[in-house]
């Protein structure tokens, strides 16, 4: 009884982990019912071959949510049906309550006051947050035809400093309901390992 009350505390503490990631997807295309997911390769714009470490990631984020869809990877694109563009663009955001060139603080002055001679004055100042707007690309051509098959889009508003750790779950947000196209932008929540 001591070992399945372990593994149960086990499961739920891997739950507590997991939690949920919000971005707005859009999908375009018609993905002929004929055809069904198969062997892929990556394929890169010259831009992306700039910096191979980079571009190594953000492929690597976007595999699972490929497989989730039923692609499989293959090394030698020579053998793949498919050729997939990936990409990713974090653009820095300005503070949004903020109707003035920065800067983005604002000093201020509180006191207390108690029983017993307890008083003081505080000095602080407030720093509204800097966003991130991320943003993940994915488009899937026929390598023979050069058709464009399926293209989507996930975006998201978050804090500064994570973006490596969301890129898997917001290709998944992309990918979610593949190979249907989304009528317009619409939100997509998926689970997010932190």
């Given at each position: 009884m001591g070992l399945l009350a372990l593994s149960a505390?086990?499961?739920?503490?891997?739950?507590?982990a997991m939690k949920s990631l919000s971005s707005?997807?859009?999908?375009?295309g018609t993905w002929p019912t004929t055809r069904a997911p198969g062997a892929y390769a990556f394929e890169r714009l010259p831009s992306q071959k700039v910096d191979v470490a980079s571009?190594?990631?953000?492929?690597?984020?976007?595999?699972?949510?490929?497989?989730?869809a039923g692609f499989t990877k293959v090394e030698d694109?020579?053998?793949?049906?498919?050729?997939?563009?990936v990409s990713a663009h974090v653009v820095n955001m300005p503070p949004r309550?903020?109707?003035r060139p920065g800067p983005y603080w604002y000093p201020s002055i509180g006191g207390w006051w108690g029983s017993g001679g307890w008083s003081g004055v505080s000095l602080g100042i407030m720093v509204e947050p800097s966003t991130n707007q991320v943003q993940?690309?994915?488009?899937?051509?026929d390598r023979k035809t050069n058709e464009v098959l399926y293209e989507t889009h996930a975006v998201r508003e978050q804090n500064t400093g994570y973006v490596d750790k969301v890129l898997p779950a917001m290709f998944a947000a992309a990918l979610k309901g593949f190979p249907q196209a989304s009528s317009g932008p619409k939100v997509v929540t998926v689970p997010y390992e932190p």
């Open positions: 505390a086990g499961l739920l503490s891997g739950c507590a707005e997807v859009s999908s375009f571009q190594d990631k953000i492929e690597a984020a976007a595999e699972p949510a490929l497989a989730e694109a020579a053998k793949a049906e498919y050729a997939v563009q309550y903020v109707d993940v690309d994915l488009l899937v051509r």
